[in-house]
């Protein structure tokens, strides 16, 4: 089997072939091509790549190219991972929203819709250049962000795509080492939106362990997604990291304004990694690549891969992925990030009880957005980003939106042919 990355030269890609070369028995990978424009970063990445498939005894081959026909020429499947702008815009995402009190942030806010309007015309050209030349069957893993709207584009233009996220595989992993169970028979019920969600079931063997997480490890798993223990024993739900953005808005902003932007912080990381990838006695993962985040993405990425094209019975996988009637309260071409059945035929999520209001109302409103943010980001528009902004609980205000759209227009204007009219 072929598999194409496109974005290869991302510092994330050891992660993946990392995850590759411990599945070599289950999924069946030979070529695996990395594309990207940037010569220097993707024949690094290349190389190295290269060289811990060597050690781990496994037999694909890794190819670089910044074709992206050539290298998705016979692609069994294509990964998506992509960031127009590199850091230098991401810092900007971070910090422009502070210029009306609000949360600087890369994927959601006003900075996750800066991204998605940079993002979604590029990822729609990829992908149906890919569907040029490896066809209508070739599966599309989007891990691009802000993947829900990026996913839901690749489905409105009939892509063959499924969404991905680390935040479900990084809990899942969490809750399996505090309950002593293997990871492969914890079970998660996941609700929300892809950044937006809640674990509202932990199931091993059918039996929701849950409320023995919140009981004995609550001061533990409150830390590490930053909310306070007594809100989350009380919704009985443990949040995605992400989800402080919105229930602790007012600490979050003091606290960016006073610490050094994630993409500085990213842009270091990066530098190093590069460094020891260039190194020809380097033949393992460093134990660096962490501070790099996406912890797991290896796993979650290779099992997905595994599941869609490997023609076996289906797997369960926590995925972004059509609606289709899973929360009756959101239309059915929503996307959402559920658990779901996955095999070659694609991913299905599987039935959930209704969704409190506590939790459905503020999925319904980003959900909102994530259509406004889409239509931005196909159409154009200084009014349709403003309205985007307006729609999203973390702007909210007509007089921030305004401020915030004129200032996200102009620090994005080279990525906007509409801007430049």
């Excluded at 089997?1 to 496109?6: P, T």
């Excluded at 020809?280 to 993405?297: C, D, F, I, M, N």
């Excluded at 299905?348 to 959900?367: E, K, M, N, S, Y």
């Amino acid at each position: 089997m072929k598999l194409a990355v496109v974005g290869g030269g991302s510092t994330y890609t050891p992660e993946l072939i990392d995850g590759i070369a411990g599945r070599r028995a289950s999924l069946d990978v030979d070529e695996i091509v990395l594309i990207d424009p940037d010569a220097y970063r993707v024949e690094a990445v290349g190389d190295f790549s290269q060289r811990l498939l060597n050690h781990a005894g496994h037999s694909a081959r890794v190819r670089t190219t910044a074709n992206l026909e050539e290298g998705v020429d016979g692609a069994s499947a294509v990964l998506i991972q992509l960031r127009v702008g590199g850091q230098k815009a991401r810092a900007s995402d971070e910090t422009f929203p502070h210029l009306c009190g609000c949360v600087g942030q890369e994927t959601t806010g006003a900075g996750g819709l800066a991204k998605a309007l940079r993002t979604v015309p590029v990822v729609l050209d990829i992908a149906e250049r890919v569907r040029k030349v490896a066809g209508d069957d070739t599966w599309i893993v989007n891990f691009t962000n802000p993947v829900g709207i990026v996913t839901r584009a690749l489905l409105q233009e009939g892509h063959r795509a499924v969404g991905l996220c680390n935040v479900a595989i990084n809990l899942q992993r969490k809750f399996a080492k505090l309950l002593g169970a293997s990871t492969g028979d914890v079970k998660l019920v996941h609700t929300g939106l892809n950044h937006l969600s809640w674990e509202r079931g932990v199931l091993v063997d059918g039996v929701d362990r849950l409320p023995e997480l919140l009981a004995q490890h609550a001061e533990y798993l409150g830390e590490e997604v930053s909310v306070p223990v007594d809100w989350m024993q009380r919704m009985q739900a443990v949040p995605s990291y992400y989800l402080k953005y919105y229930y602790s808005h007012d600490a979050q902003v003091a606290k960016q304004q006073t610490e050094r932007p994630r993409a500085e912080v990213v842009s270091d990381v990066e530098e190093e990694l590069l460094k020891i990838y260039l190194d020809p006695e380097q033949v393992t993962k460093p134990e660096s690549l962490e501070k790099r985040g996406g912890a797991y993405y290896s796993e979650a990425a290779v099992q997905l891969v595994h599941a869609l094209t490997s023609g076996g019975g289906a797997e369960e996988h926590v995925v972004n992925v059509r609606n289709n009637g899973t929360f009756n309260f959101l239309p059915d071409d929503a996307v959402i990030e559920v658990s779901s059945t996955v095999d070659s035929a694609g991913a299905t999520p599987i039935p959930q009880a209704p969704v409190d209001p506590r939790f459905a109302g503020l999925i319904a409103g980003v959900t909102a957005y994530e259509y406004l943010a889409l239509d931005a980001a196909i159409k154009g528009g200084r009014d349709r980003v403003a309205d985007a902004l307006l729609a999203h609980p973390l702007v909210g205000q007509y007089t921030k939106a305004d401020k915030l759209a004129d200032e996200l227009v102009a620090r994005n204007r080279d990525f906007l042919p509409w801007a430049r009219a």
